[in-house]
């Protein structure tokens, strides 16, 4: 069976979906598997009987980037997800990606740990700082002169400071939309297209009510990435725009968190919020990052929580159950 599948790479896409149609319909005993597998970090596994969460069901993917020999950027490399990103991008044979992050110390540290893994000049550093344009863009310039063009984009970086929530949402949510404007505009005008992921979080999809301007920012991202990626702006540019939003991950962003909260009460309550949800490690968002990269449509909008990614398809207008009162119009 597996020699089967590892055939169909040399197969027009097309013809991949006959063969295995073809193929299960001549091994009807081989359905119940693929109904009853899961996938685990590329990995086909029998879930056990006492696994109770919901199945994934088999399917035909279309690979939109192939990272052999590809350039990528990862704004917020220098450690957490950014990292686990940077290493799994590498880990698929990518010529070189471009760390942006604003801590040289540890910026430096993430190349040189990257390049004693993957090779001499796999992963280099910018100073880039995201409340600034054109740090944003002259980094852009410099990897692109030195690498050629830059294909993909992950920005995954964000700060909690309650206490300066101002500067955390010009970090958050504006950085968020300086790099992806720099980012769409430079795909755009190669004129070969790209993709983009950008990092959320869960608290995009609800509210916390530790720190309402995190989830502010959380939920402006999606509408950005939404936006920059609709159909209209996918067909003129080429480009992809994609929203992933990772559950609570062993990163330092929430580090004891309740002190810089707003406000006392408002640490409390993040504090037991955050102790209620399950972690997950900064290496399955990396693998989920690399996912969507080859995979993921324009416009999507994902949730990886417990190591566990689902596409979110609930839109705000089509959620309305109820006509509670009616105005003239």
């Not at 990862?74 to 450690?79: K, L, S, T, W, Y």
């Not at 063009?149 to 939309?177: D, K, P, Y």
Request: proline share 3%; glycine share 8%.
């Amino acid at each position: 069976m597996n020699r089967f599948f590892s055939t169909l790479r040399k197969i027009s896409p097309k013809k991949q979906i006959n063969y295995r149609l073809k193929f299960l319909r001549k091994n009807d005993h081989l359905k119940k598997y693929f109904c009853a597998t899961k996938s685990l970090n590329g990995c086909v596994c029998e879930p056990s009987k006492e696994d109770n969460k919901q199945k994934i069901q088999p399917r035909i993917l279309d690979e939109y980037l192939n990272l052999n020999c590809k350039t990528a950027v990862v704004v917020g490399g220098e450690d957490g997800i950014g990292y686990a990103a940077a290493h799994e991008i590498l880990s698929r044979k990518a010529k070189v990606v471009g760390i942006f992050g604003k801590n040289v110390c540890k910026g430096m540290e993430a190349c040189h740990a990257l390049n004693c893994r993957f090779g001499k000049r796999k992963a280099v550093f910018f100073e880039v700082d995201v409340t600034s344009q054109n740090d944003i863009e002259c980094a852009i310039c410099k990897l692109t002169e030195e690498f050629d063009r830059i294909e993909a984009f992950v920005h995954s970086f964000a700060i909690f400071n309650g206490q300066n929530w101002e500067h955390e949402l010009n970090t958050n949510l504006i950085g968020m939309a300086r790099c992806t404007i720099a980012a769409h505009r430079y795909l755009s005008d190669s004129k070969k297209g790209g993709v983009i992921i950008n990092t959320s979080g869960i608290f995009g999809l609800v509210p916390l009510p530790g720190s309402p301007t995190v989830s502010a920012a959380q939920h402006g991202i999606i509408g950005l990435s939404k936006s920059f990626g609709t159909d209209c702006m996918f067909k003129h540019s080429n480009v992809r725009v994609i929203a992933l939003c990772p559950g609570i991950t062993q990163t330092k962003l929430f580090h004891n968190a309740h002190k810089r909260a707003l406000t006392p009460h408002m640490g409390e309550c993040l504090q037991k919020k955050i102790g209620e949800m399950k972690k997950q490690r900064p290496e399955a968002c990396g693998n989920a990052i690399v996912w969507l990269l080859r995979y993921g449509h324009s416009g999507s909008v994902w949730l990886i929580n417990g190591g566990e990614m689902y596409k979110m398809k609930c839109e705000v207008l089509n959620c309305c159950s109820e006509l509670y009162i009616q105005f003239a119009a």
